[in-house]
T-cell receptor
Framework: DAGITQSPRYKITETGRQVTLMCHQT?????MFWYRQDLGHGLRLIYY???????DKGEVPDGYVVSRSKTENFPLTLESATRSQTSVYFC??????????FGPGTRLTVL | EDQVTQSPEALRLQEGESSSLNCSYT??????LFWYRQDPGKGPEFLFT???AGEEKEKERLKATLTKKESFLHITAPKPEDSATYLC???????????FGQGTELSVKP
């Protein structure tokens, strides 16, 4: 299917575990983004990528790692999950100056 | 300081009661302003892009307008299914990143 997909849609993990959230887009957009959304904070940018093998920090990068070996994939890894990383995570993509499209989100709970 | 502010934070309307949401900004070099709709538990859904002052876009009961300092999202005769959070986002000299407002939570009661 065309568009942007995220997996898993729901994830429960424990403190200290490593978790990887996947994002895949079929448009070959150059830019990809990871946001977290929490009550009272709106959308906050974690990391973004302008192209394959080019990534940069956003507003709240601590505790997260990203990679982008292929244009269509942009995984987000929590190396050692903490309770404060319980959130809803959205992936997005866009072509420069064009519309940004969002995935359906991953709801992550860290116990 | 560059920023984007949405108001009000929350808006409650009766079905059929028209109103407007505001997105004001203090940035230079605006390349585009985007409006999104977000339903609970879902990702933001694209509504409109505005590129220059004076531009207007319409879709069903929604109309977006843009001036040099703000954008309005006008909702005419809203229905309960228009209930959602509406986000505005700016594209301006940030290397491809968008800057999002905090959103306006709209509730339309029958």
């Amino acid at each position: 299917d065309a568009g942007i997909t995220q997996s898993p849609r729901y994830k429960i993990t424990e403190t200290g575990r490593q978790v990887t959230l996947m994002c895949h887009q079929t448009w070959s957009h150059s830019y990809m983004f990871w946001y977290r959304q929490d009550l009272g904070h709106g959308l906050r940018l974690i990391y973004y990528s302008a192209a394959a093998d080019i990534t940069d920090k956003g507003e709240v990068p601590d505790g997260y790692v990203v990679s982008r070996s292929k244009t269509e994939n942009f995984p987000l890894t929590l190396e050692s999950a903490t309770r404060s990383q319980t959130s809803v995570y959205f992936c997005a993509s866009r072509e420069f100056t064009d519309t940004q499209y969002f995935g359906p989100g991953t709801r992550l709970t860290v116990l | 300081e560059d920023q984007v502010t949405q108001s009000p934070e929350a808006l409650r309307l009766q079905e059929g009661e028209s109103s407007s949401l505001n997105c004001s900004y203090t940035v230079s070099g605006l390349r585009g302003l985007f409006w999104y709709r977000q339903d609970p538990g879902k990702g933001p859904e694209f509504l409109f892009t505005l590129y220059s002052a004076g531009e207007e876009k319409e879709k069903e009961r929604l109309k977006a307008t843009l001036t040099k300092k703000e954008s309005f999202l006008h909702i005419t005769a809203p229905k309960p299914e228009d209930s959602a959070t509406y986000l505005c986002a700016l594209d301006y000299n940030q290397g491809g990143k968008l800057i999002f407002g905090q959103g306006t939570e709209l509730s339309v009661k029958p």
